[in-house]
């Protein structure tokens, strides 16, 4: 059973940054691209960012292009989304996701179709 377990969410102040982690378990890790989506109130979810399955090639939404740092740790199989200069606009639900076919390439993962996480709160305000 694949389970994906976001955690690292919380409230910061603009210009601040948080780094959210990801716990996946149920499939090997390491043969998937995997990437962050997010959703703010009253708003479809959203590509954040996406990594290849060896680490070698990401993808940003321009939104976060810069700002924005996607990696991860095979032999954890942790996923992790490191987040600077935090906005108000990035108030939202972050949720990691993993393919539910073998995508490996990061340029690919928007395509996909995707097993989630439950998300995990981060709030921006002064």
């Known amino acids: 059973q694949v389970q994906l377990v976001e955690s690292g969410g919380g409230l910061v102040h603009p210009g601040g940054s948080l780094r959210l982690s990801c716990a996946v378990s149920?499939?090997?890790?390491?043969?998937?691209?995997m990437g962050w989506f997010r959703q703010a109130p009253g708003k479809e979810r959203e590509f954040v960012a996406a990594?290849?399955?060896?680490?070698?090639?990401?993808d940003y939404a321009a939104s976060v292009q810069g700002r924005f740092t996607i990696s991860r740790d095979n032999a954890k199989s942790m996923l992790y989304l490191l987040m600077n200069s935090l906005q108000p606009e990035d108030t939202a639900v972050y949720y990691c996701?993993?393919?539910?076919?073998?995508?490996?390439?990061?340029?690919?993962?928007?395509?996909?179709?995707?097993?989630w996480g439950q998300g995990t709160q981060v709030t921006v305000s002064s």
């Open positions: 996701a993993l393919p539910t076919a073998r995508v490996q390439s990061a340029h690919d993962y928007r395509r996909s179709n995707y097993h």
């Open positions: 990594i290849s399955y060896r680490g070698g090639n990401m």
């Open positions: 149920g499939r090997t890790f390491s043969s998937y691209a």
